[in-house]
């Protein structure tokens, strides 16, 4: 059993109805308005030309066991060609007036046919046919709600969207498909979805892990559903004792998604959470510079590094790819001090699933 302690889904944009409703799950006549090496010894054995030496047993395979929450995970219920159909309860947007772009957030009906896991993601079927007259493809979206969800009765999966329009090489303005398409739904809307998909960026299961999580703008979508379950739920079989820490990287103010709810965490576990903004338009370092994410974190790169030598510490990293380079050039001078070389430790954090990556 789980129960939700402060699930309100604190975003300023959201209607006081709203955010009643997701500190008290709404009843279903209500939903569709509102909303972890084994050595195997080796045997040698001498054959004469008289009699055949029995071979010996074959060695037995030792099964990896995964360091995250991985039991009865389930992939792949649903698919392309037979989709889920939910109905979205809830859109609305999250990112300012002044925000380059709009990023959105909803919430999707599953009565509890899509059983995810914080830190897997969804596929979305956009409605109609492409220029072939052929359905359109789906698209992967990171899940953005914990597997309680918003509403705390694990019947609905939240996304986090940013819409995308952009002007090609001719001067044309083109409009994402998918994007454009999960941003304009409205309530009560059907939309098609196929999953859950994804291990990589599953939790640890050590409940007192140090979570490091690295997102830029819609990476964000993971770590709000890991932080739901460390900080606004409360779980018989699990209770957050470790430090997570969050760097987000945003060009602006106005698009600090989640805001709200992320410094409410702050203030109800200061002693678990720890958490950072680079905006980089609006700051800058000591030297002047924009701050990025790579550019916060290097400021408690020595607080960092220690923290990475360290077996039960986790990083997580979600959004642009450019991000995971500008992490690589902090760490390579900071392990070389120790003697280390820190391209082929990143490598053995990897292996060991202490290095996990979904970058786009």
Known sequence: MAAVTAAAVSLSSFPAAAKAAAASPPSPSSCITYPRRSAARAVRVQ?????????????????????????GVVTNKYKPKEPYVGRCLLNTRIT?????????????????????????????????????GKPHKLRLYSIASSALGDFGDSKTVSLCVKRLVYTNDQGEIVKGVCSNYLCDLKPGA?????????????????????????????????????????????????KYNGLAWLFLGVPTSDTLLYKEELEK?????????????????????????KMYIQTRMAEYKEELWELLKKDNTYVYMCGLKGMEKGIDDIMVDLAAKDGIDWIEYKKQL?????????VY
């Open 47 to 71: 054959v004469s030309t008289t009699e055949t030496a029995e071979a010996g047993p074959a060695p037995v395979k030792t099964e990896k066991i995964s360091k995250k929450q991985d039991e």
């Open 350 to 358: 990897k292996k060991g699933e202490q290095w996990n990556v979904e």
């Open 96 to 132: 300012g007036d002044k925000a380059p772009g709009e990023t959105w957030h909803m919430v999707f009906s599953t009565e509890g046919e899509i059983p995810y896991r914080e830190g897997q993601s969804i596929g979305v079927i956009a409605d109609g046919v492409d220029k072939n």
């Open 190 to 238: 059907e939309v098609k979805i196929t999953g859950p998909v994804g291990k990589e960026m599953l939790m640890p299961k050590d409940p007192n892990a140090t979570v490091i999580m690295l997102a830029t703008g819609t990476g964000i979508a993971p770590f709000r559903s890991f932080l739901w379950k460390m900080f606004f739920e409360k779980h018989d079989d699990y």
């Open 265 to 289: 965490m702050k203030a109800m576990a200061p002693d678990n959470f720890r958490l950072d903004f680079a905006v980089s338009r609006e700051q800058t370092n000591a030297a002047g510079e």
